[in-house]
């Protein structure tokens, strides 16, 4: 602890998780090349910001922390799945998608995971869940992104070519 004039601190060599949550999102959102571990994974997945506290700051670094997580969970689905280390990747994106349902950025991390994976099957089910869920919460379908995204990753059907007419 360290304290300066009437505010009392934690020491910068005190290892606190929320530190080092913010420092592995802010490296995942620059782009660093960040191996994931389990550890990572772990302040990825890791619950709320002092749980049954209502005090307001508590409230405001808590929803900056929920962000954080989520930017840093998407950003995490898909360098895992760049170096094809798929299960590890749908691991995170569940945990994105669980943490928020709703959260559009976070499915479409989970269906490339799947599709990357070659999992069509799973990427269509996790996409067709959304658009229901979507619809029965607010009345609204998937955006344009994502539709488009689905639609270039599914296989075109076969043409059968036309009979010749003699």
């Known amino acids: ?25 802010s490296n995942l959102m620059a782009g660093s090349e960040v191996a994931p571990t389990p550890e ?21 670094e808590r929803e900056r922390l929920r962000q954080l997580r989520q930017h840093a969970m998407e950003a995490m689905c898909a360098r895992l799945t760049e170096l094809k280390r798929y299960g590890e990747a749908v691991d995170v994106g569940l945990a994105a998608v669980g ?7 976070a499915r479409a991390a989970l ?12 990427a269509i089910r996790q ?3 959304y658009r229901i869920l979507l619809w029965k919460s607010l009345q609204v379908k998937p955006g344009p ?3 488009s995204f689905v639609a ?15």
Not at 111 to 122: D, K, P, Q, T
């Open 40 to 60: 990572t994974t772990q302040l990825l997945t890791a619950g709320e910001f002092l749980p049954g506290w209502y005090d307001d700051w508590v409230l405001v």
């Open 99 to 105: 943490a928020d349902p709703l959260r559009e950025s």
């Open 152 to 166: 270039t990753c599914l296989p075109r059907p076969a043409r059968t070519p036309a009979r010749a007419v003699s």
């Open 145 to 147: 992104k994502l539709e």
């Open 127 to 129: 996409y067709k869940a």
């Open 111 to 122: 269906i490339a995971a799947h599709f990357a994976e070659g999992n069509a099957v799973e």
């Open 1 to 25: 602890m360290q304290s300066c004039g009437s505010c009392i601190e934690l020491a910068d060599c005190v290892d606190v998780d929320v530190r080092r949550l913010v420092e592995l999102t």
